[in-house]
């Protein structure tokens, strides 16, 4: 778990271009013990074979392979760039991560930021930090960007037979995962949802909430509020915004009439619309999925990583992946933080499920880049 000490923080940066900013940094982890002198071409090297863009105004500098020997401690250096920094491709960095790692150590460090630096919001709070806490706030997660929402919070064909009861259910849900306390169960039940057609309903409190969240329960009864049907219920525990870009999200779904694309999915399906990912395959039947295991040494760090999105970004089709080794979620292979954020270390198994015009050739062009290296031989 990375643990960020005002130490390691050093805010209002400037540099003309992104290579003055790595050495910078490598000067930042030399002066920190974390490095040898030297370790600074391995930064300047991996970042001429590769782009350690990130994503959300974020780089992640670190050093090849080659030169991991130079490492003599795990550890960071975080530098602030409030007027950016051109990274190439158009994108502008704001926060970068020097990274140095003796093993791989540091898949565990780039899991948890993809995890914290994938939130909506993120780049322009931390464009506008003006303190080491308020960054390590945002590192750490202790700054909420996302609404709560998981497989937890999801109830799928509950045998309920009235509004109460499923505002009852669905309240807690958020109380259970920790969003909020018995009093907001109490107060959802009273309220009146609001009808957002074809069985679809929203309801919401703000009463005693420590963290926002959003649950959803569809039942498997025919009932009724108010003379209308009930299908399913979204309810939001809101503290703070956190919660809006979900709302958008349903609010679009709702303006586009295309409420059965949550009322009749499966719970990794509410998961994927909700947070805006491409939908997972309904059934692998038609044969696109495969297995590959990872031969690389330390990983999916961030140049496989890339290579193995830039190879899913070739084709047309819908591309997941799965790390068999891992927590066993499914994500978008053509995003490199949803890829890293799988956490892949060496001998993983990786099953990719591919839909699509070009499917079975994504598959097979996937695995001949997985076997030949992902640009590491």
Same mark, same amino acid.
């Given at each position: 778990?990375?643990?960020?000490?005002?130490?390691?923080?050093?805010?209002?940066?400037?540099?003309?271009?992104?290579?003055?900013?790595?050495?910078?940094?490598?000067?930042?982890?030399?002066?920190?013990?974390?490095?040898?002198? %030297?370790?600074?071409?391995?930064?300047?090297?991996?970042?001429?074979?590769?782009?350690?863009?990130?994503?959300?105004?974020?780089?992640?500098?670190?050093?090849?392979?080659?030169?991991?020997?130079?490492?003599?401690?795990?550890?960071?250096?975080?530098?602030?760039?409030?007027?950016?920094?051109?990274? %190439?491709?158009?994108?502008?960095?704001?926060?970068?991560?020097?990274?140095?790692?003796?093993?791989?150590?540091?898949?565990?460090?780039?899991?948890?930021?993809?995890?914290?630096?994938?939130?909506?919001?993120?780049?322009?709070?931390?464009?506008?930090?003006?303190?080491?806490?308020?960054?390590?706030?945002?590192?750490?997660? !202790?700054?909420?960007?996302?609404?709560?929402?998981?497989?937890?919070?999801?109830?799928?064909?509950?045998?309920?037979?009235?509004?109460?009861?499923?505002?009852?259910?669905?309240?807690?849900?958020?109380?259970?995962?920790?969003?909020? !306390?018995?009093?907001?169960?109490?107060?959802?039940?009273?309220?009146?949802?609001?009808?957002?057609?074809?069985?679809?309903?929203?309801?919401?409190?703000?009463?005693?909430?420590?963290?926002?969240?959003?649950?959803?329960?569809?039942?498997?009864?025919?009932?009724?509020?108010?003379?209308?049907?009930?299908?399913?219920?979204?309810?939001?525990?809101?503290?703070?915004?956190?919660?809006?870009?979900?709302?958008?999200?349903?609010?679009?779904?709702?303006?586009?009439?295309?409420?059965?694309?949550?009322?009749?999915?499966?719970?990794?399906?509410?998961?994927?619309?909700?947070?805006?990912?491409?939908?997972?395959?309904?059934?692998?039947?038609?044969?696109?999925?495969?297995?590959?295991?990872?031969?690389?040494?330390?990983?999916?760090?961030?140049?496989?990583?890339?290579?193995?999105?830039?190879?899913?970004?070739?084709?047309?089709?819908?591309?997941?992946?799965?790390?068999?080794?891992?927590?066993?979620?499914?994500?978008?292979?053509?995003?490199?933080?949803?890829?890293?954020?799988?956490?892949?270390?060496?001998?993983?198994?990786?099953?990719?499920?591919?839909?699509?015009?070009?499917?079975?050739?994504?598959?097979?062009?996937?695995?001949?880049?997985?076997?030949?290296?992902?640009?590491?031989?």
């Amino acid at each position: 778990m990375l643990k960020l000490s005002k130490n390691d923080i050093t805010l209002s940066q400037s540099a003309t271009d992104k290579f003055e900013a790595i050495k910078s940094i490598a000067q930042s982890l030399t002066e920190k013990g974390l490095v040898e002198q %030297g370790y600074v071409e391995g930064m300047l090297n991996r970042e001429n074979q590769n782009s350690t863009f990130l994503g959300n105004g974020i780089a992640i500098p670190h050093g090849t392979t080659d030169t991991r020997s130079m490492v003599k401690t795990t550890g960071v250096a975080v530098h602030h760039f409030p007027e950016g920094v051109e990274w %190439g491709d158009g994108n502008t960095v704001f926060v970068a991560i020097g990274i140095a790692a003796k093993s791989d150590e540091h898949l565990g460090i780039l899991k948890q930021l993809t995890k914290v630096l994938g939130a909506d919001g993120v780049e322009e709070r931390l464009r506008n930090a003006k303190s080491e806490d308020d960054i390590i706030a945002l590192l750490h997660g !202790d700054v909420q960007l996302e609404a709560d929402f998981d497989a937890s919070l999801i109830q799928l064909n509950f045998p309920a037979s009235d509004m109460v009861q499923m505002s009852a259910v669905a309240g807690g849900l958020l109380k259970n995962t920790g969003c909020a !306390d018995k009093e907001f169960v109490a107060d959802l039940v009273t309220k009146a949802p609001t009808n957002l057609g074809n069985g679809l309903w929203l309801v919401g409190s703000n009463k005693q909430v420590s963290r926002t969240g959003v649950s959803f329960v569809s039942t498997a009864n025919d009932c009724n509020y108010e003379g209308q049907p009930v299908r399913a219920l979204v309810a939001f525990a809101a503290c703070n915004n956190a919660h809006q870009p979900m709302l958008n999200t349903l609010s679009q779904l709702v303006f586009n009439k295309e409420h059965g694309k949550l009322l009749d999915a499966s719970a990794e399906q509410v998961l994927a619309l909700f947070k805006g990912e491409e939908m997972a395959p309904a059934s692998s039947e038609d044969g696109n999925t495969a297995v590959f295991k990872i031969k690389n040494s330390h990983g999916l760090h961030a140049r496989p990583g890339a290579m193995l999105v830039a190879e899913a970004k070739k084709f047309e089709s819908t591309i997941r992946v799965v790390n068999l080794d891992g927590d066993g979620k499914s994500v978008n292979a053509k995003s490199l933080m949803k890829v890293i954020a799988l956490g892949v270390k060496h001998g993983h198994q990786l099953q990719f499920s591919a839909e699509g015009p070009d499917a079975a050739l994504a598959l097979e062009s996937i695995g001949n880049a997985i076997a030949s290296g992902l640009g590491e031989g």
